[in-house]
T-cell receptor, first 114, second 110 residues
Framework: DTGVSQDPRHKITKRGQNVTFRCDPI?????LYWYRQTLGQGPEFLTY????????KSRLLSDRFSAERPKGSFSTLEIQRTEQGDSAMYLC????????????FGNGTRLTVT | DQQVKQNSPSLSVQEGRISILNCDYT??????FLWYKKYPAEGPTFLIS?????DKNEDGRFTVFLNKSAKHLSLHIVPSQPGDSAVYFC?????????FGTGTSLTVIP
C-alpha cells in the first residue's frame, strides 16, 4: 500500500493557461474523489468516480473543469483557461467503497494562478 | 450551506491534559462520521471514525463521541502530546459524499 499519490505537488501558471493534475489512488480502491481546499476552509467536494464512471459532480465544478478516470485506475483533473480564483489546494482521495470505509487523501497539488 | 460546522477555529492545551474538539452537523441523513488530522503541506490523514449506530469509539489516546439527538460529535485526545499539534477536521458521510468542517487548529504546549 503506497498511499494516494498526486502529481505535481506545486503548479504555478498564468491566468488563461490550462493545467492538468494527476492522481494515483490506492490500488484496490474503486472510489476516487477530488476536493478543493482554500485557506481556512475544509475540503470542498468537486467530483467522484466509482471505477471509471463519474457519478457525481459539484456545482462548484464549472465547465472549465473536467475530470477523467480511464480504466478505473489513475485520474486526471484539468482546468482550462485558469482564473486567479482557481488558486487552491486540489486534493485527491480514494476509498474501498465498502460500508463505513474512510477516505484516504494524497498530499495535494497546490495551484497558484498569477 | 455548511452542513458540518466546527465553531472553534483554534484550541490550546497543555501537554498531558485532555484536548476536546467539537463538531456540529445539520443533516440527519449522515450515517458515518470521521476525524482527520492535517499537518502543513500534507493532505488530511484519517484518524478515527464512528458509525451512526454507535455513540463511542476508542482507538488508543483518541475517542470519538456521537450524540445523534444533539447532532454533535466530539474528539477527545488523552493525554495530549506536542506531536498532536495540527489542524483537525471532522467529516460526515451520506449517500456518496463526505462533507467537511472548516477545521480546528490544536496547539499542544510542552
Amino acid at each position: 500500500d503506497t498511499g494516494v499519490s498526486q502529481d505535481p505537488r506545486h503548479k504555478i501558471t498564468k491566468r488563461g493557461q490550462n493545467v492538468t493534475f494527476r492522481c494515483d489512488p490506492i490500488s484496490e480502491h474503486n472510489r476516487l474523489y477530488w476536493y478543493r481546499q482554500t485557506l481556512g476552509q475544509g475540503p470542498e467536494f468537486l467530483t467522484y468516480f466509482q471505477n471509471e464512471a463519474q457519478l457525481e459532480k459539484s456545482r462548484l465544478l464549472s465547465d472549465r473543469f473536467s475530470a477523467e478516470r480511464p480504466k478505473g485506475s489513475f485520474s486526471t483533473l484539468e482546468i482550462q483557461r485558469t482564473e486567479q480564483g482557481d488558486s487552491a489546494m486540489y486534493l485527491c482521495a480514494s476509498s474501498s467503497g465498502t460500508s463505513y470505509s474512510p477516505l484516504h487523501f494524497g498530499n495535494g497539488t497546490r495551484l497558484t494562478v498569477t | 450551506d455548511q452542513q458540518v460546522k466546527q465553531n472553534s477555529p483554534s484550541l490550546s492545551v497543555q501537554e498531558g491534559r485532555i484536548s476536546i474538539l467539537n463538531c456540529d452537523y445539520t443533516n440527519s441523513m449522515f450515517d458515518y462520521f470521521l476525524w482527520y488530522k492535517k499537518y502543513p503541506a500534507e493532505g488530511p490523514t484519517f484518524l478515527i471514525s464512528i458509525s451512526s449506530i454507535k455513540d463511542k469509539n476508542e482507538d488508543g489516546r483518541f475517542t470519538v463521541f456521537l450524540n445523534k439527538s444533539a447532532k454533535h460529535l466530539s474528539l477527545h485526545i488523552v493525554p495530549s502530546q506536542p506531536g498532536d499539534s495540527a489542524v483537525y477536521f471532522c467529516a460526515a458521510f451520506t449517500g456518496n459524499q463526505f462533507y467537511f468542517g472548516t477545521g480546528t487548529s490544536l496547539t499542544v504546549i510542552p
